[in-house]
Nanobody, 121 residues
Framework: QVQLAESGGGLVQPGGSLRLSCAASGSIFSIYYMNWHRQAPGNPRELVATFTSGGYTTYVESVKGRFTISRDNAKNTVYLQMDNLKPEDTAVYYC???????????????WGQGTQVTVSS
């Protein structure tokens, strides 16, 4: 079993910054990807940023130039640096990881519990 623990959410004024962290623990052989998703009230969950094992990153258009995803493989941790935050960034942010617990196990997707980000003056 694998657990994802998120931290770093909170209340920030427009134009401010926050840094989210997500640490994976448990039975981990290899982590293939670590992503951040978000879900605002009344909206479907959307993929915000991805970081693959090959080091590739992608972003949803609305956060390009403002958000940066990074990963510390030694700590099994992914970060989301969010700058120049806007009210429309308000949502619950979820960490998602694709993990194999042993070499022979299938790739499984795991989710964190979510952390609230509120951008408001």
């Amino acid at each position: 079993q694998v657990q994802l623990a998120e931290s770093g959410g909170g209340l920030v004024q427009p134009g401010g910054s926050l840094r989210l962290s997500c640490a994976a623990s448990g039975s981990i052989f290899s982590i293939y990807y670590m992503n951040w998703h978000r879900q605002a009230p009344g909206n479907p969950r959307e993929l915000v940023a991805t970081f693959t094992s090959g080091g590739y990153t992608t972003y949803v258009e609305s956060v390009k130039g403002r958000f940066t995803i990074s990963r510390d493989n030694a700590k099994n941790t992914v970060y989301l640096q969010m700058d120049n935050l806007k009210p429309e960034d308000t949502a619950v942010y979820y960490c998602n990881a694709g993990v194999k617990s042993t070499r022979l196990d299938p790739l499984r997707s795991y989710w964190g519990q979510g952390t609230q980000v509120t951008v408001s003056s």
